[in-house]
């Protein structure tokens, strides 16, 4: 790349992609005509799974790895990009994607479970590093702002979202472990002068023979370095305990993160697999062996190999009943809470339920009350407390409540989400240790077989930069609180860093452990004060989805201003759980739902910074009238909605270009732009009806993009463009 596009433009996956064949052609049309360029980069799932075999495919199929250079476009002052959700894939996601690919021409190799020669070897190891958070800790080098706009907070007071109702006898509750979990078990330490350099983790069997786990590591001073292990053993007995206790008429579920944690928590929800069909498999354990099942692809990956076998199916449907009922995923298609890893999504799922009024549904299609397990007690709390907040105060009420933001630590592969290549499943009874250079030994932990060992580490200048971004938005605020538990060990070595840089700022703002937080946010939150939630990676990541589905009805509507550390730009759009559902009913009916206002604010702030960073004042020009179209989209009922014969995204994107270019016409700052835009807003004004005529005649009917994972893009633009008017219009 010899010349930094002004913005980049990430090219990704399902329903955030689709809509993008037909918003970036406005974005592009609008900003050349101000002399921007904006390029795009791919990193969906299947432009990784290419880039990665690269070297192995013919010249007429080789991908860049447009990943790899995000990754160091990032740490530059130049960057400016705006990157959509993602898929972070799990296994049964990734095995999807490859069979498309293959089916596409594509020579790529079956991903080995279990390799065994050379090339499966070296084919695992490439696919192992495209699944899972792959994308996001090699983007994200700078700390988060995450926060609704103005006019979005404003649009959803004044139009609240339906909430279930909550009742104090509500049998809906968080369980997680009682002890010998990743929160107990957890030991830091932040790195002295002395201690900086390199190291290694080891594994010590009990006949004395020692394995490396990792080599190469390197810490530098003031890193806060922690290691934990979760016990299975002890896990194994607290879902046997969990599912006994689950009372009837109540749905038995789990709640874990098995794409974003790649590595430790698809195999938790292995062990809920395992132990809620103990006594299926007991019973036919060599035969599912010899089919290939493994339990941490769930029980969607059981029936699909159990196919055609009506005693195996038999015993299935027998062992299933006799077991208490699943929250489901889909009731009407029999997608169960534990058919597929990549659907138990922690910061989805919990925030669905709680917003129902703490209600799940059943197998049977009628809702219920949930026993919620969460195993680990880093963050059940966080639901736990919530929960019983509703219980006891009622629902929130969307159309007083006030606005949660959140500062999250999340740069330089913070914390937990950076801890995929030193995350183990042990191997054998044994110690793990991290030795420095010097042969001191940092951690040392007995663990035994089946548990799952993890190291992460937080290095010290993102924490400074996270303080001081803290600082900024309670100023600007008034309400916050650093969620940081003294009595964790990670947390108690952070706010060693918090404390002295509050002292000195001469600021007061209270650290509370994430229980408390929750109920001192959810108390402020109610009154209809604003609250900046400064936290962690893991928990930026609950929050960010939990406030929002309950103060906006989603969170796809959240914009998140990520400051590059060393002085670029990103601008993260809203989350993409729901996704998937808005691509079959775009396949089925040609209607697509998805709902681009995290794009309009994303592009907004990006056209601002660089105005800022590269002194491009059409840039700010072209960015106010984004917040201007923005603004009007939603309170003139522009946004999709869920019907065919309803607005959908495209629509959606219509009034979007519609308002954007009568704004840039009514503007006295940049007269060319005012110029160029007159004839546009004007011919979009007297072709509405033309134009809404040609973008819902196509609804209804089936339609096909050639792909999922890897759509034709010709087929894409003729779904997602079908409006010539239009078209012809904006050029």
């Not at 601002?608 to 009238?625: I, N, P, S, T």
């Not at 016409?665 to 033309?690: G, N």
């Amino acid at each position: 790349m010899t010349e930094t596009p002004d913005i980049i433009y990430t090219k990704v996956d399902e329903a955030p992609e689709l809509a993008s064949a037909s918003l970036l052609p406005i974005i592009r049309a609008f900003a050349s005509a101000a002399g921007i360029d904006v390029e795009t980069r791919n990193i969906s799932l299947a432009g990784r799974v290419l880039a990665a075999f690269a070297d192995l495919l013919p010249d007429g199929q080789k991908v860049s790895d447009d990943l790899a250079e995000l990754g160091q476009l990032v740490k530059t002052p130049d960057a400016n990009v705006i990157k959509l959700p993602n898929i972070s894939a799990s296994v049964p996601q990734l095995v999807a994607t490859i069979k498309e690919l293959q089916g596409q021409g594509f020579a790529l190799p079956d991903y080995p479970e279990e390799p065994k020669t050379d090339a499966e070897k070296d084919a695992k190891a490439r696919y192992d590093a495209v699944k899972g958070s792959a994308v996001n800790p090699v983007l994200r080098e700078g700390n988060s702002d995450r926060r609704s706009a103005k006019a979005v907070k404003a649009y959803a007071m004044k139009n609240p979202h339906s909430m279930g109702t909550w009742s104090a006898d509500s049998k809906t509750h968080v369980a997680s472990m009682p002890g010998n979990d990743f929160f107990a078990n957890e030991k830091a330490a932040t790195i002295t002068a002395a201690q900086a350099g390199g190291a290694k983790i080891t594994f010590t069997d009990a006949a004395g023979t020692e394995t490396v786990l990792k080599d190469g590591l390197k810490y530098i001073e003031g890193e806060v370095v922690d290691a934990t292990f979760l016990s299975a053993r002890a896990l194994r007995e607290y879902i046997k305990e969990q599912i006994a206790a689950t009372e009837p008429g109540v749905l038995f579920s789990v709640h874990l993160k098995a794409t974003m944690m790649k590595v430790s928590d698809p195999i938790l929800f292995g062990h809920f697999v395992s132990v809620y069909l103990e006594d299926f498999i007991a019973q036919h354990g060599p035969r599912l062996d010899a089919l290939g099942w493994n339990p941490n692809d769930g029980i969607g990956d059981l029936v699909a190999r159990i196919k055609g076998d009506a005693a195996l199916e038999a015993d299935l449907k027998a062992a299933m009943a006799a077991r208490p009922p699943l929250y489901m995923v889909d009731s009407d298609k029999g997608i169960t809470n534990l058919h597929v890893p990549s659907d138990v999504i922690i910061d989805a799922s919990m925030p669905a339920a709680i917003r129902a009024g703490g209600k799940g549904w059943g197998p049977d299609g009628a809702k219920a009350d949930v026993k919620c397990c969460i195993p680990d007690n880093c963050y059940a709390p966080v639901y736990d407390e919530t929960i019983a907040f509703f219980k006891a105060n009622g629902a929130l009420d969307p159309t007083t409540a006030g606005a949660v933001s959140n500062v999250g630590l999340m740069a330089q592969k913070a914390e937990e989400y950076g801890s995929h290549p030193t995350t183990f499943e042990i191997p054998a009874d044994g110690t793990v240790r991290i030795v420095l250079a010097s042969g001191e030994v940092l951690h040392e932990q007995a663990v035994q077989k089946g548990d799952i060992w993890r190291s992460s580490t937080a290095k010290k200048a993102p924490i400074l930069d996270w303080i001081q971004l803290g600082i900024a938005r309670h100023k600007a605020t008034g309400t916050s609180a650093f969620w940081l538990d003294e009595t964790r060990a990670h947390d108690a070595e952070i706010i060693k860093y918090v404390k002295p840089v509050l002292a000195e700022a001469g600021i007061d703002i209270p650290i509370l452990a994430p229980r408390e937080a929750t109920r001192f946010t959810l108390e402020e939150q109610k009154k209809g004060k604003d609250v900046v939630t400064i936290t962690g990676n893991v928990l930026r990541d609950y929050l960010t989805d939990l406030f929002p589905i309950l103060e906006l009805g989603t969170s796809a509507k959240m914009l998140s201003i990520v400051k590059l550390m060393n002085g670029g730009g990103m601008f993260e759009t809203g989350a993409g759980g729901s996704a998937p559902k808005h691509v079959q009913q775009l396949v089925a009916e040609n209607h697509l739902r998805w709902d681009s206002l995290g794009e309009f604010c994303a592009l907004g702030e990006s056209f601002k910074f660089l105005a800022e960073a590269r002194g491009k004042a059409a840039a700010q020009v072209l960015g106010d009238a984004v917040d201007e179209a923005t603004q009007k989209v939603l309170e003139n009922g522009n946004s999709p909605e869920y019907k065919v014969g309803q607005n959908d995204n495209r629509t959606s994107h219509y009034f979007f270009a519609r308002y954007w270019a009568e704004a840039l016409a009514a503007q006295k700052d940049d007269a060319a732009l005012a110029a160029h835009f007159a004839p546009i807003a004007a011919a979009l004004v007297e072709k509405e009806a033309e134009i809404v005529a040609e973008l819902m005649a196509t609804q209804g009917q089936p339609t096909d993009i050639g792909g999922y994972y890897n759509t034709d893009p010709a087929r894409m633009a003729a779904v997602m463009r079908p409006s010539a008017t239009l078209n012809a219009i904006i050029g």
